[in-house]
């Protein structure tokens, strides 16, 4: 079934296996949206399969890697339908994910939050919906998981662009994402507190999606610069500072001076001491 109000958007850069397989779930899907929109990053779309719905997709060229804010923002702008769900690309949609957030959307204007499952290290790439639910577990951040049509009011703190649904209306009246966010961290949580200064609810449902696995850096050293500058915008904003327990992290381990809400880069780690932190599973 072909659902013409539902727009899905993903960002897309060097991550061609996951976006193969993002795809092949919403193949697989009890309900089809509209639409695939792809925005790519200082890259180009890679050949997909073809599929009942349409692929749109347009390319920025930035100097920063992943302008993140400024890609949402582009996406939900080229997007023909009435309802958008954002979805990472490292995300396989659950059979039922399209249609629980279509059913959601229609009922009330609000922001909604999917739910997540983390695929484990050396999960199987030749995967079914069955082999993805043994394979992964739930994130701990997130609450219980739900089913069916349950929704639970959730913190605004907690919102994840990750993968949540919204009325394009209601994404044009917060404004998108703020691009003076540029790479990576910030812009999640100002776009969701935007929203509440909109007084539009914020809700978790039962929309799964399965996180592909991928290593990542705890702390995120990789992003350190984006961090720091996009926390710099926040602050101008909201008037504290977001990230702190990176942003503690980094001044604990001399890369950051940290006072009085005042961030300054005291150096950049090296590629070695970025991949000290590196997590393979």
Not at 64 to 69: D, K, R, S
Not at 195 to 215: E, G, P
Not at 238 to 262: T, V
Request: hydrophobic letters at 40%.
């Amino acid at each position: 079934m072909l659902n013409h109000q539902i727009s899905v958007c993903t960002l897309y850069s060097r991550r061609s296996s996951h976006l193969q397989n993002l795809v092949q779930g919403l193949i697989k899907s009890k309900m089809h949206p509209w639409e695939l929109v792809v925005i790519c990053m200082n890259d180009s779309l890679p050949e997909l399969p073809s599929t009942p719905f349409k692929i749109n997709s347009f390319t920025i060229n930035s100097s920063h890697n992943l302008p993140l804010a400024e890609a949402r923002s582009k996406a939900a702008a080229i997007a023909k339908g009435d309802f958008l769900i954002f979805l990472d690309v490292d995300c396989i949609p659950h059979p039922n994910l399209v249609e629980t957030f279509a059913y959601h959307l229609e009922n009330e204007d609000a922001l909604y939050q999917g739910s997540i499952r983390y695929l484990n290290f050396g999960w199987c790439k030749n995967w079914t919906f069955n082999t993805l639910q043994n394979d992964s577990t739930p994130n701990r951040l997130q609450g219980e998981e739900l089913t069916g049509n349950q929704r639970v009011m959730h913190k605004y703190e907690f919102f994840w662009s990750l993968c949540f649904g919204i009325r394009k209306s209601t994404f044009t009246q917060i404004g998108g994402f703020d691009t003076r966010f540029t790479g990576y961290g910030g812009e999640d949580t100002d776009f969701s507190f935007t929203a509440r200064l909109h007084k539009i609810s914020f809700y978790k449902i039962s929309a799964l999606a399965y996180h592909q696995f991928h290593a990542s850096y705890s702390p995120p050293l990789n992003h350190l610069k984006d961090i720091v500058e996009n926390a710099k915008v926040f602050y101008d904003k909201w008037n504290f500072l977001p990230m702190d327990k990176w942003l503690k992290q980094f001044a604990e381990l001399g890369y950051i001076r940290l006072a009085d809400n005042q961030i300054e880069i005291i150096k950049l780690p090296s590629e070695a001491e970025i991949e000290v932190f590196r997590k393979d599973s």
